[in-house]
């Protein structure tokens, strides 16, 4: 089945430590994403890739950092820079040329303890 | 000032209600309106899809764009236990960069 999994779906890291949350899509998308949600606050844009090798920094972009080698695969490493990382990740994926209809993963929820 | 805004909520309805989400903007070069479903733990799911103003409908749910007042809304008419979930507006100039509101959470009592 087409789709994009996440992984993993829960994590628990110690102050200090980098984390990378996994995405992978096998939809054939050019363009992928990663968002931040916190309670009230919708959805924020992290970073973004609209094809392999290219990347762009979203609206909160501090302390996470991401990286694109394969169409299919667009990984996003929590660094120990970022002030308040526990939240729910979204990864999402659409073509190139589309307007609006993002798909989107099942999260991962990252934990700082 | 956020480029989108929607009220948190929580909203809750007794079963069979009709339900009204809203959302106001800022940004008048918002072209395309999107309304995406999220259960809880879950990724949000594309629901309606909008270009411009006017209405669209899909079985019992209803969006509507007035970008005149930019603002739009959805609507669910006979509302079910299984609607409850938390409802995000989101919006876009063209392809790429959606603009998110900040979700409704809705719960719809048997």
């Known amino acids: 089945d087409g789709g994009i999994t996440q992984s993993p779906k829960y994590l628990f890291r110690k102050e200090g430590q980098n984390v990378t949350l996994s995405c992978e899509q096998n939809l054939n998308h050019d363009a992928m994403y990663w968002y931040r949600q916190d309670p009230g606050q919708g959805l924020r844009l992290i970073y973004y890739s609209q094809i392999v090798n290219d990347f762009q920094k979203g609206d909160i972009a501090e302390g996470y950092s991401v990286s694109r080698e394969k169409k299919e695969s667009f990984p996003l490493t929590v660094t120990s820079a970022q002030k308040n990382p526990t939240a729910f990740y979204l990864c999402?994926?659409?073509?190139?040329?589309?307007?609006?209809?993002?798909?989107f993963g099942e999260g991962s929820r990252l934990t700082v303890l | 000032q956020k480029e989108v805004e929607q009220d948190p909520g929580p909203l809750s309805v007794p079963e069979g209600a009709i339900v009204s989400l809203n959302c106001t903007y800022s940004?008048?070069?918002?072209?395309?309106f999107m309304w995406y479903r999220q259960y809880s733990r879950k990724g949000p799911e594309l629901l309606m899809y909008t270009y411009s103003s006017g209405n669209k409908e899909d079985g019992r749910f209803t969006a509507q764009v007035d970008k005149s007042s930019k603002y739009i809304s959805l609507f669910i008419r006979d509302s079910q236990p299984s609607d409850s979930a938390t409802y995000l507006c989101?919006?876009?100039?063209?392809?790429?960069?959606?603009?998110f509101g900040q979700g409704t959470r809705l719960t719809i009592n048997p």
């Open positions: 999402a994926s659409t073509w190139a040329t589309d307007a609006g209809e993002l798909f």
């Open positions: 989101a919006m876009s100039e063209g392809a790429q960069k959606l603009v």
């Open positions: 940004n008048s070069a918002f072209q395309y």
